[in-house]
């Protein structure tokens, strides 16, 4: 079984999740239960399916659960993109995190592709 602590791209995506709570708590009271919790569930999605998958045995397995969190990275980005455009997030903190999810999504398509070659 692998160890999903190990892997990189967990441990940024684990980081990224911390980020985001951090952050969401200067979002308006009105949007606790809509956008933040959105992107708690997005962001947190991204290490929870890494390491779901490391708990497969096939690397068929385990791919298919960095696909999900392929998904949920590109489901944050579009959620931050979205809370810059309504200043619910300062502007240099969202493209601080958006740098951060395009590094997590490059990591996860190289380590896709790694287990599918």
Same mark, same amino acid.
């Given at each position: 079984?692998? =160890?999903? *602590?190990?892997?990189?791209?967990? /441990? $940024? ?5 911390? +980020? ?11 949007? #606790?239960?809509?956008?933040?919790? /959105?992107? *708690? ?9 890494? +390491? ?7 690397? *068929? =397995? ?6 999900? +969190?392929?998904?949920? @990275?590109?489901?944050?980005?579009? /959620? ?5 455009? #309504?200043?619910?997030?300062? $502007?240099?903190?969202? @493209? ?8 997590? $999504? ?8 790694? #287990?599918?070659?």
């Amino acid at each position: 079984m692998r =160890d999903y *602590k190990k892997y990189l791209v967990w /441990q $940024k995506g684990h980081e990224l999740t911390l +980020a985001i709570y951090k952050h969401t708590k200067t979002y308006p009271k009105e949007e #606790l239960f809509n956008l933040v919790s /959105q992107m *708690k569930r997005s962001s947190s999605s991204i290490p929870t399916n890494i +390491a779901e998958g490391c708990g497969r045995k096939s690397e *068929k =397995d385990f791919s298919r659960f960095l696909y999900f +969190a392929f998904g949920s @990275a590109n489901e944050l980005e579009y /959620q931050l993109l979205l809370s810059i455009e #309504l200043h619910f997030i300062p $502007k240099e903190i969202g @493209a601080s995190l958006l740098i951060q999810v395009e590094e997590i $999504k490059k990591m996860l398509n190289s380590l896709i592709q790694k #287990l599918s070659s």
